[in-house]
């Protein structure tokens, strides 16, 4: 069965815009977690949708904000970007029951931010 | 705050030899420890996990060793294989929020020939 899917996989957007992340997940799972990874800081989770409902969320200002439709796609949106802000961005897809050990990653979002 | 270390930010290990990559954490709440494995240009794969009622848990030239009491555990990889080379994360989630993953900076394998 096809992957994670994320689009688009390069960006490069200028400060002070904002930009939009998609991943698609497995079909079937209902779980979206996303990631931003960077050189310094490794991975870092930022929120987790399952059944279209924000479940968990990590330590990010609220410029990153998320969602997920009905068919468990997600997006994540960043505002007012920042240079920092550029780095990889993660997408996991977990099984119905949300169990750690079944996310699956996407090839990510690499987003440089001039 | 860095909850989950890895304070090897590399290491190489000749193929058939054994690899250990350590990772500590702080947060007495974490029950439940993961390994991913990451090629450049891809996402983390999920390698193996262990449990904190568990101290050890194998999966073919893959074992996870826990030790709660030091807040330590290892992945042993034997016998290492060039394919192997990758990078390695560590990661732990807490009790009622198992899809929120806490991951560790990495260490970087590579199993020379």
């Known amino acids: 069965k096809a992957g994670v899917t994320q689009t688009p996989r390069y960006l490069i957007k200028t400060r002070g815009q904002q930009v939009t992340l998609s991943c698609s997940p497995i079909?079937?799972?209902?779980?979206v977690s996303w990631y931003q990874q960077t050189p310094g800081q490794g991975l870092q989770f930022l929120f987790e949708?399952?059944?279209?409902?924000?479940?968990n969320k990590g330590n990010f200002p609220g410029r990153f904000s998320g969602r997920q439709f009905s068919n468990s796609r997600s997006e994540m949106n960043v505002s007012t970007l920042e240079l920092g802000d550029s780095a990889l961005y993660l997408c996991?897809?977990?099984?119905?029951?949300?169990?750690?050990?079944?996310?699956?990653f996407g090839q990510g979002t690499r987003l440089t931010v001039v | 705050d860095q909850q989950v270390k890895q304070n090897s930010p590399s290491l190489s290990v000749q193929e058939g030899r054994i690899s250990i990559l350590n990772c500590d954490y702080t947060?007495?709440?974490?029950?439940?420890f993961l390994w991913y494995k990451k090629y450049p240009a891809e996402g983390p794969t999920f390698l193996i996990s262990?449990?904190?009622?568990?101290d050890k848990n194998e999966d073919g030239r893959f074992t996870v060793f826990l030790n709660k009491s030091a807040k330590h555990l290892s992945l042993h990889i034997v016998p290492s294989q060039p394919g192997d080379s990758a990078v390695y994360f560590c990661?732990?989630?807490?009790?009622?929020?198992?899809?929120?993953?806490?991951f560790g900076t990495g260490t970087r394998l590579q199993v020379t020939l």
């Open positions: 996991a897809s977990g099984g119905p029951g949300g169990l750690v050990a079944e996310a699956f």
């Open positions: 079909s079937g799972h209902r779980s």
């Open positions: 949708y399952f059944s279209e409902t924000q479940r």
């Open positions: 947060n007495s709440m974490f029950d439940y």
């Open positions: 262990i449990s904190s009622i568990k």
């Open positions: 990661a732990a989630s807490a009790a009622g929020t198992a899809s929120k993953l806490t």
